[in-house]
């Protein structure tokens, strides 16, 4: 990460870079924006990558998405935004975050591990056959 990065929540002008790369419409998008689910880092003016944010039930945090462009991975941008969510889902009086990766992928596996999620769960073949892993973290 670069001294000059900036990590925040997502404005109504990052809309259209955001609706580019996720699976949800842009209503949904907009709406996300508005109930402060999407963060963003920024880099000299310009969004390197984001992190989309759920609340199950309508209470419990899961991370449901961590983007970062090609060109800015293994700079420890979305750990940096994951931190930034922690500490403001602490502020906010949550005690744990969740998240989930399939479980044919090793990296984002380990990636959950290293920033200190444990895996709690799973549901098996959601995703066209493949197991989905879900991972707490307590904050």
């Known amino acids: 990460m670069n001294e000059q990065d900036t990590i925040r929540f997502a404005r109504v002008d990052d ?12 209503e949904i998008v907009r709406r996300k924006l508005e109930w402060d689910e999407f963060i963003v ?6 969004i ?3 992190l989309q944010l759920e609340y199950l039930w309508s209470l419990v945090p899961y991370v449901a998405l961590i983007h970062v462009f090609p060109e800015n991975r293994r700079q420890g941008t979305g750990t940096r935004m994951l931190e930034w969510l922690e500490d403001h889902l602490r502020k906010t009086g949550h005690k744990n975050l969740y998240s989930s990766s399939q479980a044919d992928e ?3 596996r ?3 591990r ?4 444990e895996e709690c769960g799973g549901i098996a ?6 197991d989905e892993i879900f991972f707490c973290k307590v904050l």
Not at 41 to 46: I, V
Not at 114 to 117: A, C, L, N, S, T
Not at 125 to 130: A, E, H, K, L, M
């Open 15 to 26: 809309l259209d870079i955001l609706a580019e790369h996720v699976y949800v419409s842009v």
């Open 41 to 46: 880092a920024e880099r000299a003016g310009k």
């Open 48 to 50: 390197i990558g984001f």
């Open 106 to 108: 090793p990296e984002p």
């Open 110 to 112: 380990a990636w959950h």
């Open 114 to 117: 290293h920033v200190g999620f």
């Open 125 to 130: 073949g959601i995703n066209d056959g493949t």
